[in-house]
């Protein structure tokens, strides 16, 4: 199965996470189909906290991609980002 789902970068108390597609059986922070955005819970100032393609994710879940219960809400809160904005 395809999912939508977080990978973790960044160094030591500074995470970052790249929104991906994968196949359910490949690691975390392995092989993936493609990158739809990231997500930095640490941003300060002028930083972007979340960035996400919204066309390519709507394509993946019209193919039947699973996104998980974390990227469910982030895409919840980019959708009311772009709503306002």
């Known amino acids: 199965m395809v ?3 977080l990978a973790r970068g960044g160094s030591k108390k ?3 996470y790249h929104l991906n597609v994968a196949d359910q059986r490949n690691p975390r922070d392995g092989r993936f189909i493609e990158r739809l955005g990231f997500y930095n819970p640490v941003a300060r100032g002028q930083e972007v906290e ?3 393609d919204l066309e390519r994710v709507e394509y993946w879940i019209s ?3 699973q996104p998980t219960d974390t990227v469910a809400k982030l895409l919840k809160d980019a959708k ?3 709503a306002a904005g």
């Open 3 to 5: 999912v939508i789902r």
């Open 14 to 16: 500074r995470p970052f």
């Open 50 to 52: 979340l960035r996400v």
């Open 63 to 65: 193919k039947g991609a």
């Open 80 to 82: 009311k980002q772009q």
